[in-house]
């Protein structure tokens, strides 16, 4: 029902920064929880964050709790994810999600997917 474009990624050294971001097109993401998953080379899809489309609260696997934050800009129908003290560990595909109406915390809520951006870490 939505269309989602990530952009964003890319390539960085331990240590460092990006922003990937999630656009809507179609419709508006203040509908939806907007999830975050990537996929490393060998493994499966994982979650990383999502934000709920009804309160906005905000949920992250453990591995990256400390470190990444996602948030929503209304105006501009986008959802970031900021990245930061990067490990090599986070290399993977990114994508973004989107689930109608419903709380993210089932991966089959997610009824909407980006076509991913790659990030990369070095050491």
């Known amino acids: 029902q939505v269309q989602l474009v990530e952009s964003g990624g890319g390539l960085v050294q331990a240590g460092g920064s990006l922003r990937p971001s999630c656009e809507g097109y179609?419709?508006?993401?203040?509908?939806?929880?907007t999830g975050w998953f990537r996929q490393a080379p060998g493994k499966g899809r994982e979650f990383v964050a999502r934000?709920?489309?009804?309160?906005?609260?905000?949920y992250y696997a453990d591995s990256v709790k400390a470190r990444f934050t996602i948030s929503r800009d209304n105006a501009k129908n986008t959802v970031y994810l900021q990245m930061n003290s990067l490990i090599p560990e986070d290399t993977g595909v990114y994508y973004c999600?989107?689930?109608?109406?419903?709380?993210?915390?089932?991966?089959?809520?997610?009824?909407?997917w980006g076509q991913g951006t790659q990030v990369t870490v070095s050491s």
């Open positions: 934000i709920t489309w009804n309160s906005g609260s905000t």
């Open positions: 999600a989107a689930a109608l109406l419903r709380s993210g915390s089932r991966q089959n809520d997610y009824g909407n």
């Open positions: 179609g419709r508006t993401l203040s509908s939806y929880t």
